[in-house]
Nanobody
Framework: EVQLVESGGGLVRTGGSLRLSCAFS????????IGWFREVPGKEREGLSC????????YVAHAVKDRFTISTDNAKNTVYLVMDGLKPEDTAVYHC?????????????????????WGQGTQVTVSS
């Protein structure tokens, strides 16, 4: 059974940083795409970043590419999202996702597909 567990959210002031963690388990193959998206009530989900576990290739959305960094520690089965220079508009519930890599969905199109798995989310609140 695939499981994704996010952690690391919290309350931070404008300009601060957070590191979100996504611990994943239950995969039977090595070529997955682990990603992060965020949700704000009343808005569409926003895909932020993803990483391919087999080769470490990454994608970061243009809107956050100067502030967010994704990485993976495969030994710990954990993907991290480091968020710097946080702004009040970054306030959201952040979810990690997992999908078997599909060549029809290159990383920059990763968030256009239905996600196979996602976690319960972690709340990030940025105060002004």
């Amino acid at each position: 059974e695939v499981q994704l567990v996010e952690s690391g959210g919290g309350l931070v002031r404008t300009g601060g940083s957070l590191r979100l963690s996504c611990a994943f388990s239950g995969f039977h193959f090595e070529d997955y795409v682990i990603g992060w998206f965020r949700e704000v009530p009343g808005k569409e989900r926003e895909g932020l970043s993803c990483i391919r576990t087999s080769d470490g290739s990454t994608y970061v959305a243009h809107a956050v590419k100067d502030r967010f960094t994704i990485s993976t520690d495969n030994a710990k089965n954990t993907v991290y999202l480091v968020m710097d220079g946080l702004k009040p508009e970054d306030t959201a519930v952040y979810h990690c996702t997992a999908d078997l890599y599909n060549p029809l969905f290159p990383l920059d199109l990763w968030d256009t597909q239905p996600f196979d798995y996602w976690g319960q989310g972690t709340q990030v609140t940025v105060s002004s």
